[in-house]
């Protein structure tokens, strides 16, 4: 009796263990036939991300992102209803005089040099009479303006104070799909910091601006945001928010940026002439559907020449109305906006070679680029008409 009750202890216990295991082992399929097969374990097609905070990004990005406040005087004499002689006539022009008003106006930008320089808005600043910039730690300071850039809403403004935190120009690398964060200041709350990805890249013919070449990104850009930056996740700025897409004023996820590549572009060319130098060609563009005699639509290829501006540097090199480009230094030309763009940044004086069909003959010809003059701002691409 002794002897059964010592083994008892063992025998439950290799029993529990025996329950145990069948409980929690993976059952393997049975076929057809009583065969039990193995058992194949399943790979995800698509690793799950292993980052679950953007903290490290926001603390080096967000510091150099700030708020900027405008103010504009108003004069309230300017009504023209109240300028109207039948409607100061009807109150014996006994109207009471009118004060001057103040309209304030915000909007976001980037420190981009440790002496104060900052990148932001055309339209942030356009016309404001004083300028102020608030820092995330708390500091104010009055920005000077350094120089615009209308054709691609951007500005570059400056302000005095020390030990200034800057982000980091990053023209290149960005995907479509890569995750982004926008910085700013919407609707004056306070900065702000919402996700998205890039949902687009080299957006164009949108008429937000002449020179068009924008990241689409789904991250929340409202209104206050312009000026602010976009960020990948490792802090960089690949791009400084500018336009939404919406019916409601707010988000509706199709928001805009200026790419680092242009931003730099922009920034240095301002610091370097005060102003923005641009190559051009003296050409008035159609889209690449309408053909050389401007009456019927065909999918073709090349950019359809509209007009010739005299003296220009296509007219002394024999480009004609009616010619289609295809190429630029043997790069494709799949859009006006693409060639415009292209046309740009290349240096006055420079020489391109444009390849052209004219009357259903390919040629190329040697171009010198001149300088745009801002008289030409609005002359370089004429809109699909409508039918």
Request: with cysteine; charged share 20%; hydrophobic share 40%.
């Amino acid at each position: 009796m002794r002897r059964a009750l010592t083994w008892l202890p063992w025998i439950l216990l290799v029993i529990l263990g025996t329950m145990f295991w069948q409980k929690t082992r993976v059952e393997a399929p049975i076929a057809a036939d009583g065969v039990q097969m193995p058992v194949e374990k399943e790979e995800p097609l698509v690793k799950p991300n292993a980052v679950d905070s953007y903290s490290n990004a926001v603390n080096v990005a967000a510091p150099a992102v700030v708020n900027i406040f405008t103010t504009q005087k108003l004069n309230g004499t300017d009504s023209a209803l109240l300028k109207d002689p039948a409607f100061k006539k009807f109150f014996g022009n006994r109207l009471p005089e009118q004060k001057n008003q103040n309209e304030n106006s915000l909007g976001s930008g980037v420190i981009v040099r440790t002496d104060g320089y900052i990148l932001t808005n055309n339209h942030v600043i356009a016309q404001a009479d004083k300028i102020i910039v608030g820092l995330r730690d708390g500091r104010r300071a009055k920005a000077t303006v350094i120089g615009t850039d209308p054709d691609t809403d951007l500005a570059v403004i400056k302000i005095d104070l020390q030990d200034l935190p800057v982000l980091p120009f990053k023209p290149t690398g960005s995907q479509v799909g890569d995750v982004v964060l926008a910085i700013g200041n919407p609707f004056g709350v306070g900065q702000t910091v919402t996700q998205g990805i890039v949902s687009a890249l080299g957006r164009s013919d949108l008429g937000i601006n002449t020179y068009e070449d924008f990241i689409q990104t789904d991250a929340a850009i409202n209104p206050g945001n312009s000026g602010g930056a976009l960020i990948d996740v490792s802090g960089n700025l690949i791009g400084v928010n500018t336009a939404i897409f919406s019916q409601s004023g707010g988000s509706l996820g199709i928001g805009f940026a200026v790419p680092a590549k242009v931003c730099q572009q922009v920034f240095n060319s301002i610091l370097k002439d005060g102003r923005v130098v641009r190559g051009w060609l003296g050409i008035s563009l159609l889209p690449p559907s309408y053909n050389s005699d401007f009456d019927t639509v065909k999918p073709t290829d090349g950019i359809v020449v509209a007009d010739i501006f005299s003296r220009g540097p296509a007219a002394d090199a024999g480009l004609r109305k009616g010619d289609r480009i295809l190429k630029v230094n043997n790069e494709n030309m799949p859009s006006a906006s693409h060639l415009i763009n292209y046309v740009a940044l290349q240096p006055p004086n420079s020489t391109v070679q444009i390849e052209i069909e004219r009357n259903g003959e390919p040629f190329k010809v040697d171009v010198q680029v001149g300088e745009r003059q801002q008289q030409n701002a609005n002359a370089q691409y004429i809109p699909l008409p409508k039918r």
